[in-house]
């Protein structure tokens, strides 16, 4: 009997000491290491809450919230299976799209929430953003699949399978309606096809074959374009070809649309921009300054963009 009371007040004790370094240890956290004050009061209330919920039940209490905490560290920490809808690459990639004023004066950039680690207020953001149109936005909801908070990464993997699985749906429907269409519905599906594609693909939220695949689709949609009505392919059009191919290194193919393009375009700074980009890319001095001559001859105004791939092709 004596022997049985001692094992349960050793383990009282044994409890009681844990509990008490839990509590030292969170509160040391809570008042030294969180940059959140606005926070720093509910913090404390709920590690005081924990405290005594495992303070009263001795062991049943440790057993159950460090057992719910292991828990989550193993099932809800995990990469989604997003097998089969799209392939996360976690390769960093510099690529951004160009600035959106409205956004940002309302949204605090992605990058800069996962660098701060404000789990509160990456999670607003991410909230933010999912109620809005997200389809400008998931090159950043892509690096929100890194996060350390799960909560977080669970909602950036969610968007982003539900938007790639749209993609790919509508991608298929509308390159069936272009087939079985005529002109001039097939030039008007095939200009929605085009900038639809564009949006997704310029911020590199595919990565190997399944980008290089879908590169090509485009490809072939700009093609049929080309075919059914040239004069109706706008040089942005071709430019996004250009960029695109570029991507996947096809050089055969980025140099017949740059041809096609001086062709329709021979006034437009794009059409000089995209064969400048190419064979920069391509180390091609020859051809780089033989399209610098055309372009210089041509009487263009020269934007920042076109300068800049000069600059650093003069300096390599």
């Given at each position: 009997?004596?022997k049985?009371?001692?094992?349960?007040?050793?383990?009282?004790v044994?409890s009681?000491?844990?509990d008490?370094?839990?509590?030292?240890?969170?509160?040391?956290?809570?008042?030294?290491?969180?940059?959140?004050?606005?926070?720093?009061?509910?913090?404390?209330?709920?590690t005081?809450?924990?405290?005594?919920?495992?303070?009263?039940?001795?062991?049943i209490?440790?057993?159950?919230?460090?057992?719910?905490?292991?828990?989550?560290?193993?099932?809800?920490r995990?990469?989604?299976?997003l097998?089969?809808?799209?392939?996360f690459?976690?390769?960093?990639?510099?690529?951004?799209?160009?600035?959106?004023?409205?956004?940002?004066?309302?949204?605090v950039?992605?990058?800069?929430?996962l660098?701060?680690?404000?789990k509160?207020?990456?999670?607003?953001l991410?909230?933010?953003?999912?109620?809005?149109?997200?389809?400008?936005y998931?090159?950043s909801?892509?690096?929100?699949?890194n996060?350390?908070?799960?909560?977080?990464?669970?909602?950036?993997a969610?968007?982003?399978?539900?938007e790639?699985?749209?993609?790919?749906?509508?991608?298929?429907?509308?390159?069936i309606?272009?087939?079985?269409a005529?002109s001039?519905e097939?030039?008007?599906l095939?200009?929605?096809?085009?900038?639809?594609?564009?949006?997704?693909?310029s911020?590199?939220?595919?990565?190997?074959?399944?980008?290089?695949?879908y590169?090509r689709?485009m490809?072939?949609?700009?093609?049929?374009?080309?075919?059914?009505?040239?004069?109706?392919?706008?040089?942005?059009e071709i430019?996004?070809l250009?960029?695109?191919l570029?991507?996947?290194?096809d050089?055969?193919?980025?140099?017949?649309?740059?041809?096609?393009?001086?062709?329709?375009?021979?006034t437009s700074?794009p059409?000089?921009?995209?064969?400048?980009?190419?064979y920069?890319?391509?180390?091609?001095?020859?051809k780089?300054?033989?399209?610098?001559?055309e372009?210089?001859?041509?009487?263009i105004?020269?934007?920042?963009?076109?300068?800049?791939?000069?600059?650093?092709?003069?300096?390599?």
């Amino acid at each position: 009997m004596e022997k049985s009371l001692l094992i349960v007040f050793s383990l009282v004790v044994v409890s009681t000491a844990i509990d008490i370094l839990y509590l030292l240890i969170s509160l040391i956290r809570n008042f030294v290491k969180r940059k959140d004050r606005q926070n720093k009061n509910y913090d404390v209330k709920k590690t005081i809450l924990v405290f005594l919920m495992m303070l009263f039940t001795p062991v049943i209490g440790e057993v159950f919230f460090f057992g719910s905490v292991l828990m989550q560290k193993i099932f809800f920490r995990q990469k989604s299976n997003l097998e089969g809808t799209a392939t996360f690459d976690k390769t960093k990639v510099e690529s951004r799209n160009p600035a959106n004023l409205e956004r940002d004066m309302n949204l605090v950039p992605m990058e800069e929430a996962l660098a701060v680690s404000d789990k509160t207020g990456l999670r607003n953001l991410m909230l933010s953003v999912v109620k809005g149109d997200v389809t400008q936005y998931l090159s950043s909801i892509t690096e929100a699949l890194n996060s350390e908070d799960s909560e977080t990464a669970h909602y950036a993997a969610s968007v982003l399978r539900d938007e790639l699985n749209n993609f790919n749906v509508h991608v298929t429907e509308l390159r069936i309606a272009i087939e079985k269409a005529n002109s001039p519905e097939k030039e008007a599906l095939c200009d929605q096809l085009l900038s639809f594609m564009n949006v997704f693909l310029s911020q590199n939220v595919f990565h190997g074959i399944e980008k290089e695949n879908y590169i090509r689709i485009m490809e072939e949609v700009g093609e049929t374009y080309y075919v059914t009505a040239p004069h109706e392919m706008t040089v942005e059009e071709i430019s996004w070809l250009c960029n695109q191919l570029m991507e996947i290194r096809d050089i055969e193919l980025c140099e017949k649309w740059g041809k096609r393009s001086y062709e329709l375009y021979s006034t437009s700074l794009p059409t000089y921009t995209n064969r400048l980009k190419l064979y920069f890319r391509m180390d091609d001095k020859e051809k780089f300054f033989e399209t610098l001559e055309e372009l210089k001859k041509s009487r263009i105004t020269v934007d920042k963009e076109t300068l800049e791939i000069i600059r650093m092709f003069r300096e390599a």
